[in-house]
């Protein structure tokens, strides 16, 4: 019978080099913590029989990776659905947190995981939600799995970057089969924010893999279109930047759509759109192309046809912001992030369930 164990030469490079005694005074080995993750593994369906969750070699190589050095750590899992990778993680970590913007998803979860006391579960979405929940805990690794467009990937690591502490490392799914996760690992490795990655799971070692596409309307597999990549299944990284972001990424606001209203809010009926580009160019539906450019943190001077020096001030968040035609003129317009006014439609779906 084949074996899905490492080779050896993988199995030291997936290990820092430290011991675990030195790393954390603890009694408890590696190998106690490997022998427990290995069970739970056992429990899970494979990724072969369940396109939905990770292989049992993904589930291994974290294992691998953090059972050295995670007993006291904290990890935060975004993406639940069955709870497969979510036991594994309660094996190696001291604390998992999981979040999934499905009850149901998150009911079966907390089913196949009663026999762990160390998880709590959360019900959010971690593209429109706040993160005020998450950055008020420690928090050493995070896992992404949740939506795989770039905006949500994108999304989720500039927010893990940004607000949680002390992170260290980072984990993906569906690096292999998923444009928007790809882009948005390969744009946090330019930038320096993420380092050091490897693969994880199936493909790790440059070797082909099936991929079968997955119809999630009718919930089958499609044979006809299956195709070969050499890309891994999942991705580990390391945080590269001491302070979270780097100066060169981007602003969370740019290339993101609002929705812009004017001000008393008699009826929530658009009025317009905003585009933040890249470079300072913006593009406001009805009045065409303009500019923007950072005063601070969360204020902005704009440039807009037909308007005299308005002015912006953005949340916390930078999913909303506030207007004025003028510096110290009277407030005009609100705008808002897209997501942030569907997120109570899809709220209101899932009850139709």
């Given at each position: 019978m084949r074996s899905n164990c490492l080779p050896c030469a993988l199995c030291l490079s997936l290990v820092p080099l430290f011991s675990w005694h030195d790393a954390l005074g603890q009694t408890t080995s590696p190998a106690t913590c490997l022998e427990k993750t290995e069970l739970e593994i056992q429990r899970a369906p494979d990724r072969k029989n369940m396109r939905v969750t990770t292989s049992h070699l993904y589930k291994r190589h974290l294992a691998r990776y953090f059972c050295p050095i995670a007993a006291n750590w904290t990890v935060l899992e975004l993406g639940v659905y069955h709870g497969h990778t979510t036991s594994v993680l309660a094996a190696?970590?001291?604390?998992?947190?999981?979040?999934?913007?499905?009850?149901?998803?998150?009911?079966?979860?907390?089913?196949?995981?009663?026999?762990?006391?160390?998880?709590?579960?959360?019900?959010?979405?971690?593209?429109?939600?706040?993160?005020?929940?998450?950055?008020?805990?420690?928090?050493?690794?995070?896992?992404?799995?949740?939506?795989?467009?770039?905006?949500?990937?994108?999304?989720?690591?500039?927010?893990?970057?940004?607000?949680?502490?002390?992170?260290?490392?980072?984990?993906?799914?569906?690096?292999?089969?998923?444009?928007?996760?790809?882009?948005?690992?390969?744009?946090?490795?330019?930038?320096?924010?993420?380092?050091?990655?490897?693969?994880?799971?199936?493909?790790?070692?440059?070797?082909?893999?099936?991929?079968?596409?997955?119809?999630?309307?009718?919930?089958?597999?499609?044979?006809?279109?299956?195709?070969?990549?050499?890309?891994?299944?999942?991705?580990?990284?390391?945080?590269?930047?001491?302070?979270?972001?780097?100066?060169?990424?981007?602003?969370?606001?740019?290339?993101?759509?609002?929705?812009?209203?004017?001000?008393?809010?008699?009826?929530?009926?658009?009025?317009?759109?905003f585009r933040f580009l890249p470079h300072g160019g913006l593009v406001v539906s009805k009045r065409g192309k303009g500019k923007w450019k950072m005063l601070d943190d969360q204020n902005l001077k704009l440039e807009i046809p037909g308007l005299s020096e308005p002015e912006l001030l953005f949340n916390l968040d930078r999913t909303a912001f506030v207007m004025s035609e003028a510096k110290g003129a009277k407030t005009r317009w609100y705008g808002i992030r897209d997501h942030l006014m569907f997120r109570p439609f899809n709220m209101a779906d899932q009850r139709f369930a």
């Amino acid at each position: 019978m084949r074996s899905n164990c490492l080779p050896c030469a993988l199995c030291l490079s997936l290990v820092p080099l430290f011991s675990w005694h030195d790393a954390l005074g603890q009694t408890t080995s590696p190998a106690t913590c490997l022998e427990k993750t290995e069970l739970e593994i056992q429990r899970a369906p494979d990724r072969k029989n369940m396109r939905v969750t990770t292989s049992h070699l993904y589930k291994r190589h974290l294992a691998r990776y953090f059972c050295p050095i995670a007993a006291n750590w904290t990890v935060l899992e975004l993406g639940v659905y069955h709870g497969h990778t979510t036991s594994v993680l309660a094996a190696i970590f001291r604390r998992v947190f999981s979040v999934d913007i499905k009850e149901e998803f998150l009911q079966v979860a907390a089913a196949h995981t009663k026999h762990h006391s160390n998880i709590v579960f959360l019900s959010a979405d971690s593209l429109s939600d706040s993160w005020a929940s998450f950055r008020n805990n420690h928090v050493d690794v995070v896992v992404i799995d949740a939506d795989h467009t770039y905006d949500y990937v994108h999304a989720d690591t500039l927010n893990s970057l940004r607000h949680l502490q002390p992170l260290t490392h980072l984990v993906f799914d569906d690096f292999n089969s998923e444009v928007g996760v790809q882009r948005a690992i390969e744009e946090f490795q330019s930038t320096g924010a993420l380092v050091d990655c490897q693969g994880i799971g199936t493909g790790w070692n440059g070797s082909a893999t099936k991929l079968i596409s997955w119809n999630g309307l009718e919930g089958i597999h499609s044979e006809e279109k299956t195709v070969w990549t050499t890309k891994s299944e999942g991705m580990l990284c390391r945080k590269g930047v001491p302070d979270g972001v780097p100066r060169d990424l981007a602003p969370v606001f740019v290339d993101r759509r609002f929705f812009l209203y004017e001000l008393p809010l008699t009826f929530p009926t658009p009025v317009g759109v905003f585009r933040f580009l890249p470079h300072g160019g913006l593009v406001v539906s009805k009045r065409g192309k303009g500019k923007w450019k950072m005063l601070d943190d969360q204020n902005l001077k704009l440039e807009i046809p037909g308007l005299s020096e308005p002015e912006l001030l953005f949340n916390l968040d930078r999913t909303a912001f506030v207007m004025s035609e003028a510096k110290g003129a009277k407030t005009r317009w609100y705008g808002i992030r897209d997501h942030l006014m569907f997120r109570p439609f899809n709220m209101a779906d899932q009850r139709f369930a």
